[in-house]
């Protein structure tokens, strides 16, 4: 079964900073993707950024873009020039290639301060 | 719009009282699912369908049922609710695609249920 980790469950940053979120994930498969979803206040889960195993090229999207590290099973999140509408609960997911579940870590509460 | 939306938004109910959370999904797909959302442990899928009349468990299907009548719904069913039931539930659905495709999940708002 996979399993995946965050192990920060807070995080708290000052506007503007650069901030990594740490995701970590157990798998013996080799076809998979890897997800960060955006929870803000409102509770709607808003799909940050993906990343599909087979590719080495690190996925970005705009100010928020990834480190993968496939043979060290690691995930992190880098959201740059943070601003305050990125306070969110942040959550990372796993998928197996075909399959219909998505395996999610804990969540890391982030707080971007003004 | 292309959406996924559950009722009721939020319920307070009482042990033993069977409630249904309902969920719709207006963009055809076939793959529907049920997760639950509690603190420390992120989500967790209850139960998924790949089709109509296709269900099967997820990871903590315990004390939950569902059925798939039509493709677009996907009701949640808890015939006698307990307070560990407490929790936020998330209905999801997809395209589904191939062993090496990949079709977005797209997430309900979301419906907080206490049970007291």
């Known amino acids: 079964a996979q399993t995946v980790t965050q192990s920060q469950p807070e995080m708290s940053v000052q506007e503007a900073e650069t901030v990594t979120l740490s995701c970590t994930y157990d798998?013996?498969?080799?076809?998979?993707?890897l997800f960060w979803y955006k929870q803000p206040p409102s509770r709607q889960m808003i799909l940050v950024i993906r990343?599909?195993?087979?590719?080495?090229q690190n996925a970005t999207e705009n100010r928020f873009s990834v480190n993968f590290q496939k043979a060290a099973k690691s995930f992190s999140l880098k959201i740059s020039d943070s601003q305050l509408g990125d306070t969110a609960m942040y959550f990372c997911?796993?998928?197996?290639?075909?399959?219909?579940?998505?395996?999610f870590g804990q969540g890391t509460r982030l707080t971007i301060n003004p | 719009e292309a959406q996924v939306t559950q009722n009721p938004r939020y319920l307070i109910t009482v042990t033993g009282k069977k409630l249904t959370v309902t969920c719709s999904q207006n963009m055809n797909h076939e793959y529907m699912s049920w997760y639950r959302q509690d603190p420390g442990l992120g989500l967790r899928q209850i139960y998924y369908s790949m089709n109509v009349e296709v269900t099967d468990k997820g990871d903590v299907p315990e004390g939950y049922k569902v059925s798939r009548k039509e493709k677009r719904n996907f009701p949640l069913i808890l015939e006698s609710p307990s307070p560990n039931q407490t929790s936020l539930y998330f209905c999801?659905?997809?395209?589904?695609?191939?062993?090496?495709?990949?079709?977005?999940?797209?997430f309900g708002p979301g419906t907080r249920l206490t049970v007291l």
């Open positions: 997911a796993f998928m197996k290639s075909g399959a219909q579940k998505l395996v």
């Open positions: 999801a659905s997809r395209l589904a695609g191939g062993l090496s495709s990949y079709n977005e999940q797209f």
């Open positions: 798998t013996s498969e080799n076809n998979y993707y």
């Open positions: 990343q599909e195993a087979y590719k080495q």
